[in-house]
């Protein structure tokens, strides 16, 4: 059991765009800033956004990230072949005094 | 740029001690940033195992607490995780990341894959 909830999968035509949510609580989402991931079958895991809404150098534009109260929401628009991954919400959490990670979401393009 | 290689044993007994390291390459590990270990079972999602500073601050996992220990080398810039007393549970791709104060784990290891097997 994830601290950090997401959908267990999401899908979408190529072109559209999709979201993925990220809840938490106040200690974790709600206190601190939140990081995305992809990861690709077979790789490791990428960082595609820092503290809620940026992109790191090399990260499309197609990607986006937002937060509000202890929810946080990654969007993906023009969606692509090769935008089929496994995503996961990650943030530090002030009560267990740790990291923590969401259980994944994966994105599958119609 | 900075680049992390995990190295160490891909196979570990019940009840022993698995033991890994990170190199960094590119830069130097007394930088401002908190060197951390994930792991990932097969076919299951990430796990954040824990973290140390280049002063040796650490903070670690309250699952994984009790039988974790992460240890830095400054002198061969590569930073180290020992999980003791490991079950078949602890079965995971191993990987080793770059993290900032507000876990911004970036650029990732490789990844190294530890099974827990007689």
């Known amino acids: 059991q994830s601290v950090l909830t997401q959908p267990p999968s999401v899908s979408a035509a190529p072109g559209q765009r999709v979201t993925i949510s990220c809840s938490g609580s106040r200690s974790n989402i709600g206190e601190n800033y939140v990081s995305w991931y992809q990861q690709l079958p077979g790789a490791a895991p990428k960082l595609l956004i820092h503290e809620n809404n940026k992109r790191p150098s090399g990260i499309s534009d197609r990607f986006s990230g937002s937060k509000s109260g202890t929810s946080a929401t990654l969007g993906i628009t023009g969606l692509q072949a090769g935008d089929e991954a496994d995503y996961y919400c990650g943030t530090w959490d002030g009560s267990l005094y740790g990291g923590v990670f969401g259980g994944g979401t994966k994105l599958t393009v119609l | 740029q900075v680049q992390l290689q995990e190295s160490g044993p891909g196979l570990v007994k019940p009840s022993g001690t698995l033991s890994l390291t990170c190199g960094v390459s590119g830069g130097s590990i007394s930088s401002t940033s908190w060197w951390t270990w994930v792991r990932q079972p097969p076919g299951k999602g990430l796990e954040w195992i824990g973290e140390?500073?280049?002063?040796?601050?650490?903070n670690y996992n309250p699952s994984l607490k009790s039988r974790v220990t992460i240890s830095i080398d400054k002198s061969k810039n590569q930073f180290s995780l020992k999980l003791t007393s490991v079950t078949a549970a602890d079965t995971a791709l191993y990987y080793c990341a770059r993290g900032s104060i507000t876990m911004i784990l970036l650029p990732w290891g490789q990844g190294t894959l530890v099974t827990v097997s007689s």
């Open positions: 140390i500073y280049h002063d040796g601050s650490t």
